[in-house]
């Protein structure tokens, strides 16, 4: 049986909705690396790391997206947990993140 396109947005609306938690789960994590690289004086940017993790991606990626897709995706997110962090180190203001 054949799903008609107002249940596949459905479908699509509840991945939002996981995505969101799991993003925002991710951010969390990011600023508490972030505090732990202030207080060990580590730099925010670490190329090394990123190169394992578009790498990790790439190799588990199933498809239907294709690999530089997936690159594209999760620089996105890295970049946007790297603003976290830079905002946090650098003392510009406090970041409160709600659970």
């Given at each position: 049986m054949r799903m008609d396109i107002n249940e596949i947005r459905k479908r699509i609306d509840l991945l939002d909705d996981v995505l969101l938690r799991i993003f925002n789960e991710?951010?969390?994590?990011?600023?508490?690396?972030?505090?732990?690289?202030?207080?060990?004086n580590l730099p925010v940017f670490d190329p090394t790391r990123e190169k394992r993790i578009f790498a990790r991606m790439k190799e588990d990626n199933p498809g239907p997206l294709d690999d530089g897709a997936i690159v594209r995706l999760f620089e996105r997110v890295v970049d946007e947990s790297r603003r976290l962090e830079r905002i946090m180190s650098h003392g510009d203001e406090e970041l409160e993140v709600s659970n």
């Open positions: 991710r951010a969390r994590l990011a600023l508490e690396i972030g505090h732990m690289k202030k207080g060990l």
